[in-house]
């Protein structure tokens, strides 16, 4: 009988080892894939920081730009190039307007208000960037 104790509780030790050494390779595969996140979430910010100095170039490039004015009397005057100024796309205003009255409407028709108004915002989005689109399509045409 103590022969039987013994066995079990050698079983017992060796089950609670190999354990514990499958949960310190676990913590330590865990550890890896954090590392291995955390460089993948720097590489797309030192990306990021690349794209935005490009474009941060590619402005000033544009602002440096002169224009040449070539006068009645024969004289030339430079003059710097006036930038010109991106506001909003259609389909931008469009999803916005859209958003805003789909969210009115549907809180006024809808007996649960907070739902309604979600769901009547995100519906007005979708149709008022589709409509926006539609104009800005129009626009590169007429371009």
């Not at 080892?17 to 865990?30: G, I």
């Not at 590489?43 to 000033?60: F, G, H, L, P």
């Amino acid at each position: 009988m103590k022969g039987l104790y013994v066995l079990l509780a050698a079983i017992l030790l060796t089950s609670c080892q190999n354990q514990s050494k499958e949960d310190l390779n676990k913590a330590k595969q865990a550890s890896i894939d954090s590392m291995k996140v955390e460089i993948n979430k720097q590489r797309v910010i030192d990306s990021m920081k690349t794209e935005m100095a490009k474009a941060e170039e590619k402005q000033k490039a544009e602002a440096q730009k002169v224009v040449v004015v070539h006068e009645n009397d024969g004289t030339a005057t430079a003059a710097p190039a006036s930038a010109k100024k991106k506001g909003w796309s259609s389909t931008a205003k469009g999803a916005v307007i859209g958003a805003g009255v789909g969210a009115a409407t549907g809180a006024i028709v809808s007996k649960k208000k907070g739902e309604g108004a979600i769901i009547g915002g995100l519906a007005g989005a979708g149709v008022g960037a589709g409509t926006g689109a539609i104009i800005d399509s129009n626009k590169k045409k007429k371009e």
